[in-house]
Structures are given as structure tokens and as C-alpha cells.
């Protein structure tokens, strides 16, 4: 089922299972809460409550917000956290949505239990007037939805799911909705600075995922251990996956996954006996 929660701006939508510590799971742009359905099941197995969100613009959250950019999604989180007064929760921010959970950190630190950076953009990778330049062009016209959808395709070069062709009609029909495309349009032009400076204020533990074969970074691994180094965390390589390893290759996600969020809450809990 479907829920929904109410903030300043539109409304946020999410599913919402299981029992134990939370884990927030947040799409990249263009992308549904649907992205994590082979790893919630998992996690929720291990004993955890996983709460997924459409982020602002996109499947079931509203449309028409002033702001899409990563602090923006960023408040959203934590606005949600607070909802489920549930917190401390892990953030899983896949692609964008990891500049946005860096952020979510950097704010409220007492709010995050750890990070879990799925193929990371944290910072600009190109001069934000650059990206404009380009993609404005490349998503203003008739041909952006078709562009999209056969970047997304090419974001897993192993293997696609079983439900690839089902998932992607949903994407499409979410994307001709009203308001959508040009939401997405707007959150593909904007910076990623503000997660890139608030880098340094992040104290939570960090896992950082990469595919190896993630044609969105000219050297995956590269970037993956520059990510990690800067924020004091691990990085972990999965074999042959893409863009989206949690929807590519679930089960070798949740093998690195779960004994990071092991580890994290341990530390946690010897934290809060020490204090």
C-alpha cells in the first residue's frame, strides 16, 4: 500500500514494511520507489524495516514543487524520518539520491544510523552551467522520454530483470503524466554542490556500492574510492553491475549490505550504553 505524507511544498509517497531498525530507500531521478523491490524483501528478512520513497516529481509524490534539488530531497528525508518517529534510520540513496542522503547526514546527524551510497553523485560533475547547456537541449524536446529510456536500458549491462519490460512501461506512463518530465528535467539540471560541501560535516558510517560496469562514471572503481575516502567509509565493488545494482544484482547488494547495517547498528547501540 501506498502512504503519504504531507510537507510544505507537495506530498511525499512511500511503502512502508516490516519490523526493527528503519532503512529509508531512495530512488535516483527518473526512477521509482519500485527500484528497491528485490532488496526490500531481503532486508526486511534480516530483520529490518524498510521504507521506500518516490521522490519530489516522481511516481506517486506530488508535482508541482518550487525546488528539486539534492537539499530539497534532502529535507524530505528527514521530514519523513521524522514522520515514522522511528529514527535513527540507514539511508540507501541510490545515484542523485546519494548527494541528497549526504546532505540528510550533514543536517541531522542524531537522525542517521548509517549511509549506504549506491553509484554515487555527490558532487558536480560538470560546471552546473554545462549540465544546463546540455541537458536542457537534450530533455526540452519530444525526443527526452525516448533519450531516457534507452539511457536507462544501457545502465545494466549484465543483465536485466525479469520484470524489465513491466517496470519500464510503469516509468513511462509515471514520466507522461502531467508536471512529470519536466520535473525530472529540472532535478537532471541541478547542482550537486550543496552535497559535495557538507561532505566533511558527515560523521555517520558510509558504505559506498558501485557497479564496475556503470557507464554513467568513466572510472567506476576511481570514483568509488574517492567517494569513500572522502567520507571516512568502505568501498565495494559489484562485479558486472550497472547504474542500479540493487535491481540488477539484489543478492550481491544485500550480501555487502547487511553486515554493514550489522556492524553499524552494533556500534550504535555501544555508543548509547557508553553515553
Known amino acids: 500500500m501506498t502512504k503519504f505524507l504531507d510537507v510544505p511544498g507537495g506530498r511525499l509517497a512511500y511503502s512502508d514494511g516490516g519490523d526493527g531498525p528503519l532503512i529509508i530507500g531512495v530512488p535516483g531521478m527518473g526512477d521509482l520507489r519500485s527500484t528497491y523491490r528485490f532488496l526490500a524483501p531481503k532486508l526486511i528478512a534480516a530483520g529490518y524495516r524498510f521504507v521506500s520513497l518516490d521522490v519530489r516529481g516522481h511516481g506517486e509524490s506530488s508535482v508541482s514543487w518550487d525546488d528539486y534539488s539534492v537539499g530539497a530531497i534532502a529535507g524530505d528525508i528527514t521530514e519523513l524520518i521524522r514522520s515514522l518517529d522511528a529514527g535513527p534510520a ?83 506512463a509515471n514520466l507522461s503524466e502531467p508536471g512529470r518530465f519536466a520535473a525530472f ?58 547504474h542500479y545494482p540493487q535491481t540488477e544484482m539484489p543478492d550481491a547488494v544485500a550480501a555487502h549490505l547487511i553486515p554493514f547495517l550489522r556492524s553499524a547498528d552494533a556500534a550504535l547501540k555501544e555508543l548509547h550504553h557508553a553515553s
Not at 544546463?132 to 526540452?140: K, M, N, Q, S, Y
Not at 544501457?154 to 513511462?172: H, I, N, T, V, Y
Not at 558527515?202 to 560496469?213: E, I, K, N, Q
Open 90 to 172: 540507514h539511508i540507501i540513496g541510490n545515484s542523485m539520491a546519494a548527494g541528497a542522503a549526504v546532505i540528510a547526514a550533514a543536517r541531522e546527524p542524531r537522525a542517521i544510523s548509517s549511509l549506504i551510497l549506491v553509484d554515487p553523485f555527490v558532487r558536480d560533475m560538470m560546471p552546473p552551467w554545462l549540465a544546463a547547456a546540455v541537458f536542457g537541449p537534450l530533455l526540452a524536446g519530444p525526443w527526452g522520454a525516448g533519450l531516457w529510456r534507452a539511457t536507462f536500458k544501457k545502465a545494466f549491462p549484465s543483465q536485466l530483470p525479469d520484470d524489465f519490460a513491466a517496470e519500464e512501461a510503469r516509468r513511462d
Open 185 to 242: 528535467r529540472r532535478m537532471a539540471m541541478a547542482s550537486k554542490i550543496e552535497s559535495e560541501l557538507r561532505i566533511a560535516d558527515v560523521s555517520a558510517p558510509v558504505l559506498v556500492l558501485m557497479g564496475t560496469r556503470d557507464p554513467d562514471f568513466p572510472d567506476p572503481a576511481k570514483e568509488a574510492r574517492h567517494v569513500a575516502d572522502l567520507l571516512h567509509g568502505t568501498a565495494v565493488m559489484i562485479d558486472g553491475a550497472g
